[in-house]
């Protein structure tokens, strides 16, 4: 690793580590009172870490599964000491982290795509309500890619609000990056097919589709979301390649609401979380990963370009479980 790449992830350490402060405080504030004065782990310990982690937006059913497998742990391996309930909470959100996720590559990829034998765009559709942070979002990765010299084309599919188009329009201008926009009242399906149409024609690299942010009936959604695909496939039969969903971390258990509605209304292939830095309830993290078994691809950890992360899932665990210094 060069200097460069040293402050680099140096700087994207302490961007997590502050992120997440609201979230470790919470946990490891309340994690250390639930063991003073307590001589072993023991079943008010559970419970009360059981507490802990559920108020934290984990969610019950993986809650329930991290204290089975921590008291199984503690009868099998004979742990009786609370203060190891640090080290084995931490280790089994690792584990269980990565069972549904692998470690992400410490740079954003985009992966080779081909049609007829020839190079063509990687297409990103990209979902999730209004408010999320999608546009946002969007904008971010544009720049990410623009700095690793890839062409990037950008589609403004959410057409039922101005603000949506509007702001992708300016973060168009400001990542210096064309933009697919036909304005208003458009149908979000005849953007996206003229967005991969133009990416085709302009030799991008990549192809980043917004698209309308409206939680309606799972029916509806599901048809939009379909007829969106559809037109894509028009120009390019394996488009999308990528359905990215933007969730907002801070929303808690209506993340997970809104993971459900939309992995039932279309194949999501990897997930970002947003607005870490604002929550106490990172926990949500965990529980998505245990629940849905899609790649968390990047959080949101601040306002700036370079605060929206490649989830990484150990750097994750560490940094939610070091201690703040004071």
């Avoid at 969106?228 to 209506?254: C, F, R, W, Y």
Wanted: glycine share 8%; net charge neutral.
């Amino acid at each position: 690793m060069g200097i460069l790449g040293f402050f680099k992830k140096k700087e994207n350490k302490e961007n997590l580590d502050q992120g997440l402060e609201k979230t470790k405080t919470s946990i490891l504030g309340r994690l250390g009172k639930a063991i003073v004065g307590k001589s072993r782990i023991d079943e008010d310990v559970l419970d009360d870490l059981e507490e802990i982690l559920i108020t934290s937006d984990v969610g019950v059913d993986t809650t329930i599964k991290i204290i089975d497998r921590i008291r199984s742990r503690v009868s099998k391996d004979k742990y009786t000491n609370p203060n190891e309930l640090d080290f084995l909470l931490r280790d089994e959100i690792a584990r269980m982290i990565n069972e549904n996720q692998g470690d992400a590559p410490d740079h954003f990829l985009l992966p080779p795509q081909q049609h007829d034998g020839k190079k063509v765009p990687h297409i990103i559709m990209v979902v999730g309500v209004n408010g999320v942070g999608k546009t946002t979002t969007i904008g971010k990765l544009a720049a990410r890619y623009k700095e690793q010299g890839k062409k990037v084309l950008l589609g403004a599919g959410d057409t039922f609000r101005a603000a949506a188009v509007d702001q992708l329009r300016i973060w168009s201008q400001r990542v210096d990056v064309p933009m697919v926009d036909k304005g208003m009242n458009v149908k979000p399906s005849t953007v996206a097919f003229d967005a991969v149409k133009e990416g085709l024609a302009i030799d991008a690299d990549v192809v980043i589709v917004d698209t309308a942010g409206r939680l309606q009936t799972k029916i509806n959604l599901m048809n939009e979301l379909s007829t969106i695909k559809q037109a894509m496939t028009k120009v390019l039969p394996d488009a999308p390649h990528e359905v990215l969903l933007v969730l907002d971390a801070s929303t808690g258990q209506n993340a997970v609401q809104q993971a459900r509605a939309f992995t039932a209304a279309t194949k999501v292939t990897s997930l970002a979380l947003t607005k870490l830095d604002g929550t106490a309830k990172g926990g949500v993290v965990i529980g998505i990963c245990d629940e849905f078994k899609i790649p968390v691809k990047y959080i949101g950890v601040g306002e700036g370009i370079d605060h929206l992360q490649i989830f990484n899932a150990q750097e994750f665990v560490d940094s939610l479980f070091r201690k703040i210094e004071a």
